[in-house]
């Protein structure tokens, strides 16, 4: 085994965020044969449910375990930042104690036998700490203490999960919880200047159409309408075909963006190749992704038929029922309406 440094354990912290965000993002999959039933009901799990719930149970406890972890991994990084002794518990390694009271380095063994404290024990201390205004930075931190209600709730919910296998967030009220709640917590740590700078490490790609997926989802909730189930979901796939995107070209250096450009032409080409392949024998038509910018979402159309009482054909028109882009695997199921109607700008028509 190795021990890991301070840079290592922010690159694990974000690592967490990333996963954490992949895994609320895949919600929307896991129950889009339901969304119809969801946006209907808060209560009453029906039988249909039931058959979703593996592969959504997979997402909500990857999704509330490595929020935690991220918050936990963030919180002792504070602690540790004004001295490494407030993350752990009290010791009988009184040489490991005294090293780390003159600011000296610790050996794997010595760091091996001081004892982490509980997320609980941090959120106590950190809390007590800003409130008594004895940590660095107190006024820009205070938010950790007027949102220690939320890491406390959250907390509860790994511990549920990770001990009793207990207690699953239902579709919307882990849409609430997410957006509401975790998601501002998150903007304002990752802009302290210890987090800050490190997007690469955990944000999903820029979006084409621009839209600020975080953003967006926070509004929602802060918003006094009433909360749009299916803007929510429509949120949630966009940041999961992004973080699927293959495209690298527009996240590196202009000294390797030449090979970038080079590996995304083959990402095109190959996307292309498919689309064309199955749009000559499906009925579609082709759009540009507003996730990776590419003309290689696929919309598949259907026909409908109106008939008189005695069979005759009235009225004919075609619909779509399905998107799903070939590059970056963008994917929606009907019951959607148009991007702008639920005030998100920079999207084209879709489902026309």
């Known amino acids: 085994l190795q021990e890991s440094n301070n840079n290592d354990e922010l690159d694990i912290a974000f690592t967490s965020l990333k996963i954490a965000l992949m895994s609320y993002f895949t919600t929307y999959q896991d129950c889009h044969s339901y969304i119809g039933v969801l946006v209907k009901t808060d209560n009453d799990v029906s039988e249909e449910d039931i058959s979703y719930h593996n592969s959504y149970y997979k997402s909500c406890i990857e999704t509330i375990v490595h929020f935690q972890h991220f918050f936990e991994l963030a919180c002792k990084k504070i602690l540790k930042d004004e001295h490494p002794l407030l993350v752990n518990e009290a010791s009988k390694k009184v040489v490991a104690l005294h090293k780390l009271l003159k600011g000296e380095s610790l050996s794997v063994e010595e760091e091996s036998s001081l004892r982490s404290i509980e997320f609980s024990e941090t959120i106590t201390r950190l809390t007590d700490l800003i ?7 107190y006024k820009k931190l205070n938010f950790i203490h007027s949102n220690m209600k939320v890491l406390t709730e959250l907390n509860v919910l790994r511990n549920r999960i990770w001990h009793r296998g207990l207690y699953i967030l239902r579709y919307k009220a882990l849409d609430e919880f997410v957006c509401n709640f975790i998601l501002p917590l998150v903007v304002e740590f990752v802009n302290l200047n210890q987090f800050s700078g490190n997007d690469h490490l955990w944000k999903y790609k820029k979006l084409n159409c621009k839209i600020s997926i975080i953003d967006e989802l926070i509004k929602e909730y802060k918003s006094t309408e009433p909360v749009n189930t299916r803007k929510i979901a429509l949120l949630k796939e966009l940041g999961r075909a992004a973080y699927n995107n293959p495209l690298t070209e527009a996240t590196h250096s202009s000294r390797i963006m030449t090979f970038a450009k080079i590996l995304d032409n083959k990402e095109k ?60 695997g963008l994917s929606l199921n009907s019951g959607f309406s148009e991007a702008k109607s639920y005030g998100l700008v920079g999207i084209e028509n879709l489902w026309d």
């Not at 409130?131 to 930075?137: G, H, P, V």
């Not at 199955?278 to 996730?291: L, W």
């Open 131 to 137: 409130k008594k205004k004895r940590i660095n930075d």
């Open 269 to 328: 080409l190959r996307a292309r190749k498919i689309v064309e392949a199955i749009t000559q024998h499906e009925n579609s038509s082709v759009k540009n992704c507003p996730v990776c910018g590419v003309d290689t979402l696929i919309a598949y159309k259907d026909s409908e038929l109106e008939l008189d009482d005695e069979g005759n054909l009235i009225n004919a028109y075609d619909y779509t029922y399905r998107l799903v882009c070939e590059c970056c």
